[in-house]
């Protein structure tokens, strides 16, 4: 066993530290940037991923309008993260597999998910691929899409991310699986299991942290949330969440070095001040990706598809009183089967007049 009193020393390089504890960008303030570090990319994934940004705000905004009007119970707002979940699943490629958590499902709306689908979920109505089992913004997705239904619950998602890549490395698929948290996750037991698997089994995973310790209540003693990956074996890398490029650039880089089987990699999206739209638009319309005209009819075409999305999906009802016995057996017991017309009779007289 050895000298269990010998202390324990992990020894990382003065570079490691760097990008653990620092803060990188891209686009300025403004939304100007070096050409020689922007990511290369296409101007279509760069107006794709502008007008995911878009689609998500202004689901974001129907969400906490319901709320508001007490349509729907509670919804983990995604306004000013657009940059940073967008970012990170833009970086990847169709076969890799997104593990969301509780704000960062959208990414199945830049997959592929219909417009439709995610507000029926937000409403919990019978178009509902979850049939009303899932908290309003964790949508069932499509299997084809890559993308788990998101996680409600602090950290959870984690571990399931680690145990899918190291799957796929037996297996040896060149698939990556990103997971993505909030800074609180990063106090659950589930982190450190995660995480700490990952690092030992060098599996090909992405984990980013979307957030800013220094706003919310004290999570950790430690100096950074990227640092921390440092003690698991892994590179930690801190970048500016409200910075697209800067995101899409460092996961990106992670999934590269996933693919060669050099394991895990924990990004921190640091969400500070500053608006994510504008300095992408700016940038959009300098590199003449867009133009004015061009963006204007954008955001007007977004806004209209989730107007009518809203249209369509608000007056439907609720799933069938069936749907709550459906998809959990193969065939439903007698007990349940019981049960549920004791349920349509209770329901029955409540209707009636």
Known sequence: MGDVDAPSVEVWTDEDYRRATGLSAILSPEGRADPAVVPAATAELWRD??????????????????????????????????????GAVAALEA???????????????????????????????ANDLARGRQLPGSPAVPRALNVVPGS??????????????????IQRKPTVVLATLDAAATSAEDFH?????????????????????????????SETLAVKALAYGFPGVRVDGRDLLAVYGAVRAAADRARRGDGATLVEAVLGDGEPFERLRSWLLAEKILDATREAALRAEVEGE???????????????????????????????????????RVRDKTVRP
């Open 49 to 86: 991923a502008y007008r995911a940004m878009l689609c998500l705000r202004a689901v974001d905004q129907v969400a906490r309008d319901q709320v508001g009007k007490g349509r729907i119970g509670s919804y983990s707002e995604t306004r000013g993260y657009e940059a940073a979940i967008v």
């Open 152 to 169: 409600p619950h602090s950290a959870t998602q984690l571990p399931h991310a680690t145990g899918m890549a190291w799957a796929a490395k």
């Open 95 to 125: 076969e890799d597999v997104v593990v969301p958590g509780r704000r960062e499902a959208g990414v199945a709306l830049y997959r592929g998910l219909p417009l439709r689908a995610w507000i029926a979920q937000l409403f919990g109505n």
């Open 306 to 344: 989730v107007r009518a999305a809203v249209a369509a999906e608000e007056p439907v009802g609720p799933p069938p009183a069936r749907a709550i016995i459906e998809n959990v057996l193969a065939r439903p017991s007698r007990v349940l089967e019981e049960q549920l017309d004791d349920l349509d």
């Open 193 to 221: 299991a995660g995480l700490n698997f990952a690092g030992v089994f060098r599996v090909p995973a992405i984990f980013v942290c979307m957030g800013d310790m220094n706003r919310e209540a004290p999570v950790t003693r």
